[in-house]
Nanobody, 124 residues
Framework: QAQLVESGGGLVQAGGSLRLSCVAS????????MGWFRQAPGKEREFVAY????????YYADSVKGRFTISRDNAKSTVYLQMSSLKPEDTAVYFC?????????????????WGQGTQVTVSS
């Protein structure tokens, strides 16, 4: 039924750019608020950004604000994370997630569907 599939990760030099994609399948996920999280080895999974399908409201973690842009393509049921001015500290596995409500979207506990993750490595 419902699935999220991330892609676009890879190796990039500091200061470079990368765009991640997350394709949502299933009617329920296609209408969900969507978030991006990341997890580095030995660390908790942390919030990066979210976007609502209705209204297109976006929100970013302070650590990525001004460098990352979350967007959507409703026709393709896809959410993107455009990452620019990348830093080594951005290195992590990036996960796409879908939330059943429109509240507390910066919290990982608010999401009930997760993708498998895609690795982003930023070299200095």
């Amino acid at each position: 039924q419902a699935q999220l599939v991330e892609s676009g990760g890879g190796l990039v030099q500091a200061g470079g750019s990368l765009r991640l994609s997350c394709v949502a399948s299933g009617r329920t996920l296609s209408s969900r608020a969507m978030g991006w999280f990341r997890q580095a080895p030995g660390k908790e999974r942390e919030f990066v950004a979210y976007i609502t399908w209705t209204g297109g409201i976006t929100y970013y973690a302070d650590s990525v604000k001004g460098r990352f842009t979350i967007s959507r393509d409703n026709a393709k049921s896809t959410v993107y994370l455009q990452m620019s001015s990348l830093k080594p500290e951005d290195t992590a596995v990036y996960f796409c997630a879908a939330a059943p409500t429109l509240t507390h979207l910066s919290s990982r506990a608010s999401y009930d569907y997760w993708g498998q993750g895609t690795q982003v490595t930023v070299s200095s």
